[in-house]
């Protein structure tokens, strides 16, 4: 059956954790959910001008995985990780922490069944970070978003994502193919 967005909306507001963005409150109105969250002041990955240096990539990476697994272990998958919904936020020590966003909004908003399909069926989200299970239509849990995760730390150390092609069908025919280039050869440190 469809689950009821509300139960999931108080799941989400329920997790609490210093590397995902808080979801104070959340209402319907005519129809629409809306979602109150915190402001995070930052940029997101889509932001970055150059590669990660090592040091500051292992910090970012471990925050993120911090964040997905606090989720994971309630059972709350993301569904649309992608260098849009990560936020670097600045600390007041000069630091950084970072912040995964729209976390389980997708699940919220839409018929949990339908999570990667439009009203037409087609295939949405980022083409360049879906899992393999999300472009079969799938069932899907936790390892997408480490599949999705791992193509966003590919990013952030390269500069580009680790799937390509001249056009969506070859782009997701990369994907399932696992046809890619190794990121030793691009970042041999």
Same mark, same amino acid.
């Given at each position: ?9 108080? !799941? %989400?507001?329920? =997790? ?10 959340? +209402?319907?109105?005519?129809? /629409? ?9 930052? !940029?997101? =990955? ?9 040091? +500051?990539?292992?910090? +970012?990476?471990?925050?993120? %995985?911090?964040?997905?697994?606090? *989720? &994971? ?10 260098? *849009?919904?990560?936020? =670097? *936020? ?10 995964? %966003? /729209? ?13 990667? $399909? ?8 980022? @083409? &360049? ?15 997408? /978003? ?12 390269? $500069?580009?994502?680790?799937? &390509?092609?001249? /056009?969506?069908?070859?782009? @997701?025919? *990369?994907?399932? !193919?696992?046809? +890619? ?9």
């Amino acid at each position: 059956g469809i689950s009821d967005p509300f139960r999931e909306a108080r !799941q %989400l507001a329920s =997790l609490q954790h210093q590397n995902i963005v808080m979801v104070y409150d959340f +209402f319907r109105t005519d129809g /629409d959910v809306f979602v109150v969250m915190e402001y995070v002041a930052g !940029q997101n =990955l889509n932001e970055l001008t150059e590669p990660m240096d090592l040091e +500051f990539f292992t910090t +970012f990476a471990k925050q993120a %995985l911090e964040g997905l697994a606090a *989720a &994971h272990a309630i059972g709350m998958v993301h569904r649309d990780i992608k260098p *849009a919904n990560i936020m =670097l *936020a600045g600390t007041p020590s000069g630091g950084f922490q970072t912040k995964l %966003l /729209d976390f389980g909004l997708a699940k919220v908003m839409s018929e949990p069944s339908h999570q990667t $399909m439009d009203h037409a069926g087609a295939i949405t989200g980022s @083409i &360049h970070t879906i899992s393999p299970e999300q472009l079969r239509r799938q069932p899907m849990d936790h390892r997408a /978003d480490l599949y999705s995760l791992g193509c966003v730390f590919y990013k952030a150390l390269t $500069m580009r994502f680790p799937f &390509h092609g001249d /056009d969506v069908p070859s782009l @997701i025919a *990369a994907h399932l !193919q696992h046809d +890619f280039t190794p990121l030793a050869e691009l970042r041999p440190d």
